[in-house]
Structures are given as C-alpha cells and as structure tokens.
T-cell receptor
Framework: NAGVTQTPKFQVLKTGQSMTLQCAQD?????MYWYRQDPGMGLRLIYY???????DKGEVPNGYNVSRLNKREFSLRLESAAPSQTSVYFC?????????????FGQGTRLTVV | LAKTTQPISMDSYEGQEVNITCSHN???????ITWYQQFPSQGPRFIIQ?????VTNEVASLFIPADRKSSTLSLPRVSLSDTAVYYCLVGDSSNYQLIWGAGTKLIIKP
C-alpha cells in the first residue's frame, strides 16, 4: 500500500523544455491535486480533479496542463519550462465525506529550471 | 471555502506545551477542522481532526469552542523534532478545492 507516489523525485530542465510529472494513488480517492511550494512559502494549488474525467484550475494554473488519466493517475505537464517554475511540486489526494476532508501527499518532486 | 487565519510564526522551548490558534469565522455547519504538520521537503501530514469540543490523540489535542469560529492545536511537552510548519484546514462540503493558508512556523529551542 504505497499511498501517493510521485515520479520523478528530482529533475533539472533547461528553459523551454517540457516534461510531465506523474502521480499515482492506490487509496481509491476521487479527488486529486497538484501544488507547488516555493522556498519558505505555503502550498499553492495549480490544478485539481474532483473525480475521474474532470479537471479544474486552481490558484496558479498558467504554464501547466493536467490529465486525469483514470481514477488512480493525475499528471502535470510543463509545456515550456521557465525559471519561475523552479519549485517543489506535490501531488495529493483527499478523502472527502461531506465536510470531513483528509488530504494525503506524495513525497514531492524538486524541479529546477535553468 | 472557509478562510483560515493563523499566526505566521511561534517559538517555544523543549518540554513546554505549545498552543496554536486558528480562526475560521465562516466555517459551515458540516465542516470539520483538520490540522497538518509539514517538515522541510516533505508534504503535509495529518495530525488531528475534530468537529466540536475536544479531541485528543497520541500526539496532540484539539480544542474547538461552541461557536466553532476558532480552534486551538495543543502540543504537549514539545521537543526539537516538533519544529515544523502547522496548517489548519477547514473542510468544505461544497467545494473540492483545497486551498491552504500560510501556516504557522513553529520553532522549538533547546
């Protein structure tokens, strides 16, 4: 039972390159999320998916795209990386039962764009 | 989503009890209050959750007054390893976004 698994853990990109961050969960949760966290800052929501087949923009979606491939997988794509996208990226799932929400996070992907 | 307000930072000493308060004036009837802990380079992890009055587990207690407009996370006898950022999150039954506040950076000194 792995919980939430992100790949890769580390990545260095050159400006303009593209890449996809992968996230998979085995918790059977409907909701999945992508966040970025800059040094010393809080979590900012990039995109989320309330259920399989749906995705919605969060607070900072510009420069990113997502795909909810199935219930287990939610990927984040950077089409043309920029230095401003240097950050730690976290994938999360949430168990939601009316107002009772509990979030579970992956181990993070440390991305550097040079 | 119910907005939360917490102190930006706090510090204390080993062996002391630490209380961190979160304000959530717009909490909805069905919302629960959940607290998370985040260490550097890791994702937040669940500490405790409650709806009203008091909840206690092996690591913390959560106090929620009758009006539920605030909550207090209590960490008994803290150690250096409790140095972390603590987030208060209020569940929203109608909105699937999970927006996190800035959290409270707790520093424990020897």
């Amino acid at each position: 039972n792995a919980g939430v698994t992100q790949t890769p853990k580390f990545q260095v990109l050159k400006t303009g390159q593209s890449m996809t961050l992968q996230c998979a969960q085995d918790m059977n949760h409907n909701s999945m999320y992508w966040y970025r966290q800059d040094p010393g800052m809080g979590l900012r929501l990039i995109y989320y998916s309330a259920s399989e087949g749906t995705t919605d923009k969060g607070e900072v979606p510009n420069g990113y795209n997502v795909s909810r491939l199935n219930k287990r997988e939610f990927s984040l794509r950077l089409e043309s990386a920029a230095p401003s996208q240097t950050s730690v990226y976290f994938c999360a799932t949430a168990r939601k039962d009316r107002g009772n929400t509990e979030a579970f996070f992956g181990q993070g992907t440390r991305l550097t764009v040079v | 989503l119910a907005k939360t307000t917490q102190p930006i930072s706090m510090d204390s000493y080993e062996g002391q009890e630490v209380n961190i308060t979160c304000s959530h004036n717009n909490i909805a009837t069905n919302d629960y209050i959940t607290w998370y802990q985040q260490f550097p380079s890791q994702g937040p992890r669940f500490i405790i959750q409650g709806y009203k009055t008091k909840v206690t587990n092996e690591v913390a207690s959560l106090f929620i007054p009758a009006d539920r407009k605030s909550s207090t996370l209590s960490l008994p006898r803290v150690s250096l390893s409790d140095t972390a950022v603590y987030y208060c999150l209020v569940g929203d039954s109608s909105n699937y976004q999970l927006i996190w506040g800035a959290g409270t950076k707790l520093i424990i000194k020897p």
